[in-house]
């Protein structure tokens, strides 16, 4: 009897040192193809006045691999499709969230750890509506209902969510006004916390958390980390304090998403500078996994992947050169230089001089200053200019995710003819993501796999 005690013992210790990750991170950039990775660690390495690159932390992670991304109706996904996928490990049709391609409720990896005693967290640096965090708690048709998605929210009961806001927080897809979705959310338990001051002083209190940027900012993203200004809400500050609330009492462990979503809105605007920035941006994040990882090295899994490639980045224009180091003197995202081409305009009541422009550009962008301006560069952006500032003819050119002044775009091709980069289109593409690991079941994401895979892989780290 003796013995078999200490049989079931040993056994019992065993499936204990041997076990099951209990606490999960799932990094997902969106849009973070192969090349916005590679074109970051280049740049960075460039900056620094060398070729070859600087690695992010996340390509250090012993484990390394690629995921193929088709949906279940095109080669090409959305991000909802591709989101579903990721959640779930089914494919779907592009537009679903959290439903199989035969509109059937299907259940995701984030709800098993839920059902398993873990606690759950869903973060973005876009909207908490928006289709990727959407896949993880949302079970609707269409991506574009925001506010039914908003409502699947506490019917998810997870712990933490985090990002921008809400896009529609009180109109049904169908334009009909609605009860507003902050109030039914309180009711259900959560405490709502604007601004990361404001998580700390509710959060000691608070059972379940939404995280959302302070009342009057911007509800549908956090700023370009390029544009983010102090006192701004981050995506390091909602890493940080996902962990931080998950952490308390999280016996069994716990279950954090955290979207980098904005890497895709400045790929679909052709800004590479943007671009890279927002990767580095995520790899700051997952830094604050890694430290908790560090404290907890045979119980932490951290996967680190994208759900799709967006733009068709091409490091290179056929010359066989690069000058990547150039994009530093972008001080901000294209949105912002647009706005403040807006605010000379106003200033100028609409009598803006050619010399104005050419400074406002130089400080904003370097050319002239540190980037030599060709003839032709030049000429692409004087014409601009007086189509659209002399004869005031202005069509805003427009991005998914924003629209511009006509000079702002203009300037944004001289900057990528300048530093080598070229684009396919605005769109997304069907190339291989890639897919990093460390940690308790890393070994689990060797070789190349389907995003199908991914929180399949997750669950048997994790025993879901």
Request: hydrophobic share 40%; aromatic share 10%; glycine share 8%.
């Amino acid at each position: 009897m003796r013995r078999l005690i200490y049989a079931l013992a040993f056994v019992l210790i065993s499936v204990v040192a041997n076990g099951q990750a209990k606490y999960v991170f799932y990094f997902i950039g969106d849009g973070m193809g192969v090349n916005q990775v590679n074109g970051t660690e280049m740049y960075l390495a460039e900056k620094q006045g060398r070729i070859g690159t600087e690695s992010l932390l996340f390509t250090q992670f012993p484990v390394a691999s690629m995921a193929t991304t088709f949906s279940a109706t095109n080669s090409v996904t959305d991000s909802s499709a591709a989101g579903t996928a990721l959640a779930t490990g089914h494919k779907t049709y592009n537009g679903a969230i959290g439903l199989d391609d035969q509109k059937n409720k299907i259940t995701t990896v984030a709800e098993q750890a839920k059902k398993a005693g873990k606690k759950v967290g869903v973060t973005t640096s876009v909207s908490v509506d928006h289709a990727t965090p959407a896949a993880f708690y949302a079970h609707q048709p269409d991506r574009n209902m925001y506010y039914e998605i908003a409502t699947d929210l506490p019917k998810a009961n997870f712990d933490f969510y985090a990002g921008a806001g809400f896009l529609k927080p009180a109109t049904t897809a169908d334009k009909k006004e609605a009860p507003s979705i902050y109030p039914i959310i309180e009711e259900a338990g959560y405490t709502i916390a604007r601004g990361v001051n404001d998580f700390k002083a509710k959060a000691p209190k608070a059972g379940k958390m939404v995280l959302i940027q302070e009342e009057g900012a911007s509800t549908a993203s956090l700023p370009y980390a390029i544009d983010s200004k102090a006192g701004d809400l981050t995506l390091t500050q909602i890493t940080e304090s996902a962990i931080d609330f998950l952490s308390k009492d999280a016996k069994k462990g716990f279950f954090l998403m955290v979207e980098g979503g904005q890497i895709d809105w400045a790929c679909h605007g052709n800004d590479a500078a943007t671009t890279f920035r927002e990767v580095q941006d995520m790899d700051n994040a997952i830094k604050v996994a890694y430290e908790f990882y560090k404290k907890h090295p045979k119980e932490t899994l951290i996967v680190v992947t994208a759900d799709h490639e967006t733009g068709g980045i091409a490091l290179g224009t056929g010359r066989y050169e690069l000058n990547l180091k150039a994009l530093q003197y972008q001080k901000n995202s294209i949105d912002v230089l647009s706005a403040k081409m807006g605010q000379l305009r106003k200033a100028k009541d609409n009598k803006v001089a050619w010399e104005d422009m050419k400074a406002l550009l130089a400080d904003e962008m370097g050319f002239w200053k540190e980037l030599p301006i060709s003839w032709e560069q030049e000429k692409l952006l004087r014409d601009e200019f007086e189509h659209s500032f002399v004869k005031n003819a202005v069509v805003f050119e427009e991005s998914m995710y924003s629209k511009s002044e006509p000079l702002a775009a203009r300037a944004k091709e001289v900057m990528s003819q300048i530093a080598r980069v070229s684009w396919g289109h605005g769109g997304h593409s069907g190339g291989y993501v890639p897919v990093y690991a460390i940690g308790k079941g890393a070994e689990l994401f060797q070789g190349k796999m389907d995003n199908t895979d991914i929180p399949k892989r997750i669950a048997k780290a994790a025993n879901y």
